[in-house]
Structures are given as C-alpha cells and as structure tokens.
Nanobody, 127 residues
C-alpha cells in the first residue's frame, strides 16, 4: 500500500503562484510514476501532469504545460506541482496519485492508470 498526503493548497489571487506538495509513504518502491489531477465543482476530474520515478521524465495534459510544472524530490519521496500565473478557472481540488505502471495523462482514461490517491488539497483563485 502507498499513502499519499497533499499539502500546499489555499487561496491565491489571480496571477499569483502556488506550490503543492505530495508526500508518499508506505511501499513507495512500487511507484513507477506520480501525477496530479484536479476537479472543479460540477466538473469531471482532469489530469494535470505526471512524472516518472526512475527517469524524472514528465508528461502534461494539453493546455497544462504552459503554467504548471511538476517535479520531484526523490530523497523525500515528494512530488510537487508549481502553479504559475493562476486564473480563477484553476480553482479546484487538486489530487495526487501514484501509478505502478505507465501513466499517460493525455489519455481520456488517465485516472484509470493510477492505483493510489490522496485526499486532495483545495486551491481557490480569487480575482
């Protein structure tokens, strides 16, 4: 089992920045990649980005790469998501997830590739 705990969410003004963290614990050696998803009220969950544990290769969903950056600190088993130039439409619950295999975030079924999920951290962008 893998446990994931997100942190770093909060309120931020339009144009600001925010860094989300996801700390993994438990049987972390089985994690092949970790990713971030988000879900806004009344909308479906959507993939944001993923990063592979061994190579640090990253993958972004369409339209996410321009303002979001995913990176990891292997020593801390922690993955980060940096949100830059945030907009009100970025308001959502952001979830961290871990996959034991591939994790193609550009897939329409991206979420189905992930095995473990965190509880989420809320990001609210105000005008």
């Amino acid at each position: 089992q893998v446990q994931l705990v997100e942190s770093g969410g909060g309120s931020v003004q339009t144009g600001g920045s925010l860094r989300l963290s996801c700390a993994a614990s438990g049987y972390t050696s089985i994690i092949n990649c970790m990713g971030w998803f988000r879900q806004a009220p009344g909308k479906e969950r959507e993939a944001v980005a993923a990063i592979y544990s061994a190579t640090h290769n990253t993958d972004y969903a369409d339209a996410m790469q321009s303002r979001f950056t995913i990176f990891r600190d292997a020593a801390k088993n922690t993955v980060y998501l940096l949100l830059d130039s945030v907009k009100p439409e970025d308001t959502a619950m952001y979830y961290c997830a871990a996959a034991r295999g591939l994790c193609p975030v550009t897939s329409l079924r991206a979420a189905s590739y992930f095995n473990d999920w965190g509880q989420g951290t809320q990001v609210t962008v105000s005008t």
